[in-house]
């Protein structure tokens, strides 16, 4: 079983729509949870960054941690053409410098 | 500021050929990296500089020679590379509490 799991997609959506992305992880020990998000050929951005459980939300992302069930959501509301884009989940737990990701989920947001 | 500068962003090097890519980021992260990326898979670790001294090495082969001159760059020297070390480079930096990571803009390396 991996430490992650991400559906690859790929995710089409009309523009306005709100999209949600989703991983699943088997370590409970998993402390800090990223999204990123990355266009073709460039390097991943994070987005989103939360310690534990619960939501955060900046702008039109919404960033949740449910740990009891191992897992976790980012919302986007109102996509725009320009979050077209694959995104990455990512955790980690301290110490030792280790991150596990998620495959990557590929959105296609159509105007 | 929350920038990691990588450069080249493209790179072309022959099987014999001898090059460096170079990493800068001036947050004050002790910890910085260096991954490898193939099309449509996540990244995959290669090397961890804790505090300028290597300490995840992911058995990369000595084809890839890692360097940290000092706490904000970090070197990967290159040398005969094969056709299937072409993929997207990424270095990326981050705090020792292993709460967040940022990348740089990767350097796109072509092996003919």
Redesign the interface.
């Known amino acids: 079983q991996k430490e992650v799991e991400q559906d690859?997609g790929p995710l089409s959506v009309p523009e306005g729509a709100i999209v949600s992305l989703n991983c699943t992880y088997s370590n409970s020990a998993f402390q800090?949870f990223?999204w990123?998000r990355q266009y073709s050929?460039?390097?991943?951005?994070?987005l989103m960054?939360t310690?534990s459980s619960g939501n955060k939300e900046d702008g039109r992302f919404t960033a949740q941690v449910d740990k009891s069930s191992k897992y976790i959501s980012l919302f986007i509301r109102d996509s725009q053409p320009s979050d077209s884009a694959t995104y990455?989940c990512?955790m980690?737990?301290?110490?030792?410098?280790?991150?596990y990701?998620?495959?990557?989920t590929?959105l296609t947001v159509i105007p | 500021d929350t920038e990691v500068t990588q450069t080249p962003k493209h790179l072309v090097m022959g099987m014999t050929n001898k090059k460096s890519l170079k990493c800068e980021q001036h947050m004050g992260h002790r910890a910085m990296y260096w991954y490898k990326q193939k099309a449509k898979k996540p990244p995959e670790l290669m090397f961890v500089y804790s505090y300028e001294k290597l300490s995840i090495n992911e058995s990369v082969p000595s084809r890839f020679s890692p360097e940290c001159p000092n706490s904000s760059l970090l070197n990967l020297h290159l040398h005969a590379l094969q056709p299937e070390d072409s993929a997207l480079y990424l270095c990326a930096s981050g705090p020792d509490s292993n709460e967040k990571l940022f990348f740089g803009s990767g350097t796109q390396l072509s092996v003919l």
């Not at chain 1, 050929?41 to 994070?46: C, D, F, M, S, Y």
């Not at chain 1, 980690?92 to 410098?97: A, E, L, V, W």
């Not at chain 1, 990701?101 to 990557?104: A, D």
């Open positions: 690859p800090y990223m990123y050929r460039k390097g991943p951005e994070l960054y310690y990455l990512a980690s737990s301290p110490p030792g410098n280790q991150f990701f998620g495959t990557g590929s």
